[in-house]
């Protein structure tokens, strides 16, 4: 795998964070690859059913592709009939050059680059070197091919003809009708029979042939071949191609028109943006310069997954991505896969968690359970044990980041923010066993959002059994979380008695956790049935109990320091070890699945595994700590041989291959990064300061760009263990103990 040429302080991140590599070197078929602000924004406002009919731009062990085809192979072959630039054509001798499937490449002849604003292939021929650049330009109705033939030998033709195809996908019929085209500017458009939308194809020069592939009154493929003329001397030859999209033929042929006018600009706005982008958001520099990569890596995927279009009820902005087999229906989760993104992203840009925060309760019921979210324009039913928790934890962490108080008191419909969450929290209180003092889940265990109450969601019934019959050892620990963050709510709005109330709740089922969970055969938090006896699952959610609990307010969880231990000793033991981190089930129970895309069976779940690193490092596990966390950053920059541009939902527990059917990108991504900022530099959100305690494995590190209220926060460790916080550019405090409380006000 190729670097970069570009230095991270020339200011332009975007190119230091390209990186190459060969389709022999996959080992994971590379499937669509999509930036969220180019085609996904298209489906939310077109309201195709799935993003990958759009447009699917892979790189199999043949060249360039839609996608991997039904049957080929694991490397990614795939059939002819799927390529998008199928060949390049010496118009003076009629030679030809393939740039896809049907004819297998050579070693070498082909690589492909990866950066934030694009991804270009380069074919290597004897005689010419082809490049083929995807650009997705800024919230556009389409896309760019940016297309460069460099003569390799004296004399060479300067004419070329490109084809370019306008083809369904997966190895279906376009079957498209009211087709049309002009040879001037290379155009055709057509519309879809499907949804009646239009698509249409051009280029910056004017086409030899088109031909519509016409079946009767269907339009099975359409083919158009440009002819390019260069200025010769062994000179390159650049020309743009583009496909555009739109309610009608007419809209999408003007749409085209659009790509067209202008595509260098487009281009140069495109790198502008990701450069001024990647600049601003927080920076992690190590002597590992790989790790700082993939750190910058999870914000450029984090970006490509937004979708800043509205949909439905869904403004713009706080709707991202999940993977290429999507429905366009978007899916909000306040406290679970979006909110960890903005977690995070409140020490960049803290609008749309304040966005999200007042999104999900206005536009959802008012009393009883907190809502999950939508699925498109249906609110979901029921809700999972940690979604108040999680929800609460990303308030009360974006009450402190911004200082803005007042979203506790805002009106939602006729009650405050605050009293939803109050009334929510009591709505899940009947959960509570007077027995065992332990939470228990709906007898609807198996339903994603459980609508038989508190759901277990991920929590599947044939691994961990019925919700009425065991009680979930993460679901008391996230409720031991929710009074903790509840506890911290209240005493920042001065209601003292309502704090001291939710802590002695927080303290009560803490309490039950520890006698009725804990096996201390075991050395591992379990299930526990109504008779008394523990389950037989042992996997993430043990894990989650004692070192997580509520992964927004606090990375902390609910085991003491010796259980903690013991915890961080099963990470490296045989049944959970791995290459790629801890696998969220102990490889001897009977229902392990290394490939499983369930968060608790096997694999790794960017939502459950990612957050094992912070919780160690809140513990006070620092060697195993650090060991989860280069697992995790490895993984991530890996993906099996498809670098740091493809971050996946679930990974093959043994190969770290992201598992096909939960492909890119995450838009939990940026949780992994907790594990540095929360585990590493120990940033904690306090009443009255923002805490550091820096333990870290480097000799020296800088966490740069964090914004803090009207503050930008560098926090630098030092080669000789000095610990220096840089406020606004100026240097703010000094530590020899890696320790700093810094007062809210020093960012006022």
Known sequence: MGSAKQPMNSGKPNDWLGYDIAPGELTTPLRPAMWGNGQLELMAELGRPCVHQVICFGFGADGLCYAPSPGGSKGGSVGAEEHLVPAIYDADTGKKYFLSAGVPLAE????????????????????????????????????????????????????????????????????????????????AWCKSPKNGHGEAIGATADAQVVNLGLDAQL???????????????GQATQVYLARAFGNTPQEAKENLAKLLDSPEQLERESVDWWNQYLNEVPHLDTPDESFSK?????????????????????????????????????????????????????????????????????????????SPGFWGDDE??????????????????????????????????????????????????????????????????????????LGGGEGMNSIRGQGSEVFFCNHSSAMYGTFLVFADIEELVGNDEKSLRYRRMAEDVHKAIQTHLWNEELGFFCDLRRDGSFTD????????????????????????????????????????VSDFGMVSLARSNPYYEPDSYKGFAGGFDMHWTNQVPAGLYAHGCYEEADRQMFKLFRRLGENAGLGPRYRGECYHADTGEILPWRFPNYPCILSALTSVIEGVFGLRWTKDALTVYVNSPWPWVKLSNLRIRKSLLDLELTADGTLIAIVNGTETARSDDGKFVLPWELFD
């Not at 306040?334 to 995070?344: F, K, N, P, S």
């Not at 993430?540 to 606090?554: D, E, M």
């Not at 903690?564 to 049944?575: N, R, V």
Request: hydrophobic share 40%; net charge negative; charged share 20%.
């Open 108 to 187: 070498g002849q082909a690589t492909v680059t990866f950066r934030p604003d694009r991804q270009t292939w380069r074919y290597t021929f004897d005689d010419i070197v082809v490049e083929v650049s995807l650009i997705l330009p800024r919230v556009q109705p389409g896309y760019l091919f940016k297309v460069q033939i460099e003569p390799q030998v004296a004399g060479q033709s300067r004419k070329w003809i490109i084809c370019h195809e306008l083809r369904g996908f997966h190895g279906n019929w376009l079957q498209a009708t009211e087709a049309e085209y002009q040879l001037a500017g290379s155009r």
């Open 219 to 233: 339009a099975n493929d359409i083919m158009v071949k440009s002819l390019v003329e260069g200025a010769g001397n």
């Open 294 to 370: 993939n750190f910058l890596w999870s914000w450029a995927n984090f970006r490509m997954n937004r979708i800043d279009l509205p949909r439905g009820k869904v403004p713009a902005g706080l709707f991202y991505s999940n993977n290429v087999d999507l429905k366009v229906k978007p899916m909000i989760c306040g406290g679970g896969d979006q909110g960890a993104g903005e977690a995070i992203q409140l020490l960049h840009d803290a609008n749309p968690a304040h966005e999200l925060l007042l999104f999900l309760l206005r536009e959802t019921r008012k009393q009883g359970i907190l």
């Open 380 to 453: 979901l039913p029921g809700g999972k044990t940690q979604l108040l928790g999680s929800f609460s934890g990303l308030a009360y962490k974006y009450v402190l980041t911004t200082g803005d108080l007042k979203l506790l008191h805002e009106d939602i419909g006729g009650i405050t923010f605050l009293e939803r969450l109050e009334g929510a929290l009591e709505a899940q209180l009947p959960y509570q066993d007077e027995e065992t003092g332990l939470f228990w889940t709906g007898d609807d265990v198996t339903a994603c959002y459980g609508a038989g109450g």
């Open 537 to 576: 699952y042992q996997g993430i959610s043990g894990f989650w109990t004692g070192l997580v609990a509520n992964q927004f307010y606090r990375p902390g969880g609910a085991a003491t320091p010796e259980q903690a231990e013991k915890l961080a000793a099963w990470c490296s033991h045989p049944d959970f």
